[in-house]
């Protein structure tokens, strides 16, 4: 059974007339993101304002409209904020899509529009298209903090066999 509440006029708006979908010229930084399981194929680029917050955040690529409208709700809640408060929000997105945190209003007041895709932690098989955005964001930032590209992934899988 999936929810159907969630492809509604605001989520599809998302997908027709996105806002942060395109090449972004004067990047900061910038990362790529495969779901495989779907084939959504996500590039990210951020720029970093002076003061250290994102001043702007856009993507180009292709896929499902899950990962689409995801990557543009996210671009959009991500301006202003600090990669540190970024990637709580990237963990906090994982966190409802896989049904850990399912307080509505606290989820609203962080997450902004992007709370509406609460809905796909009924929907096992589009987890990892809505997370393709914010897994993308959170590997770009901690690698920048770390001064490694990429491999936060990579890191932790490492980690967790280190110490099974
Ligand atoms: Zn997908």
Same mark, same amino acid.
């Given at each position: 059974m999936e929810a159907t509440s969630l492809y509604n006029a605001q989520f599809m708006d998302h997908v027709a007339h996105p806002d942060y979908k395109y090449d972004m010229g004067d990047c900061t930084c910038e990362h790529d993101g495969i779901n495989p399981s779907c084939g959504d194929e996500l590039h990210l680029k951020v720029r970093m304002a002076d003061d250290g917050t994102i001043a702007e955040a856009a993507y180009t690529g292709h896929g499902c409209a899950v990962s689409m409208a995801s990557a543009d709700m996210m671009s959009d809640l991500m301006v202003g904020k600090t990669p540190e408060e970024a990637i709580k929000l990237c963990q906090e997105f994982k966190d409802m899509i896989t049904g850990k945190q399912t307080d509505q209003d606290q989820l609203e007041q962080d997450l902004d529009e992007a709370? !509406?895709?609460?809905?796909?932690?009924? !929907?096992p098989a589009r987890v990892k298209c809505a997370e393709l955005a914010w897994r993308t964001l959170s590997e770009m930032l901690k690698g920048t903090a770390d001064g490694q590209a990429s491999t936060t992934e990579d890191a932790a899988d490492a980690q967790k066999a280190a110490n099974a």
């Open positions: 709370a !509406m895709l609460k809905d796909v932690s009924h !929907m």
